[in-house]
Nanobody, 121 residues
């Protein structure tokens, strides 16, 4: 069974940094595009950053220049380095990935359980 598990959230003061990690486990044929989403209370879940299997990245406008998404294909992992954090970055952050499990021949989207990031002013 494929699972995504995030870690690295926490409480940080404005201007600080956090690094989120997400590891995929289980029997998999391949991991393709990986993403980070976030959801603040009362808001819809929004896409924060994307990285393809080839390493191409894309960011939501409000995090450009502050957040960096990266991945380690050998470790089935994706990371989100968050610098210059602002109170409006407070949210639950979710890892998301397109994965083909060993039992299938086409990819499906998988989600992690989320990790809380709180930025105090």
């Amino acid at each position: 069974q494929v699972q995504l598990v995030e870690s690295g959230g926490g409480l940080v003061q404005a201007g600080g940094s956090l690094r989120l990690s997400c590891v995929a486990s289980g029997s998999m044929r391949g991991i393709y595009t990986m993403r980070w989403y976030r959801q603040a209370p009362g808001n819809q879940r929004e896409l924060v950053a994307t990285i393809t299997s080839g390493g191409m990245t894309n960011y939501e406008d409000s995090v450009k220049g502050r957040f960096t998404i990266s991945r380690d294909n050998a470790k089935n992992s994706v990371f989100l380095q968050m610098n210059s954090l602002k109170p409006e970055d407070t949210a639950v952050y979710y890892c998301n990935a397109d994965i083909t499990p060993m039992t299938h021949w086409a990819p499906s989207q998988y989600w992690g359980q989320g990790t809380q990031v709180t930025v105090s002013s």
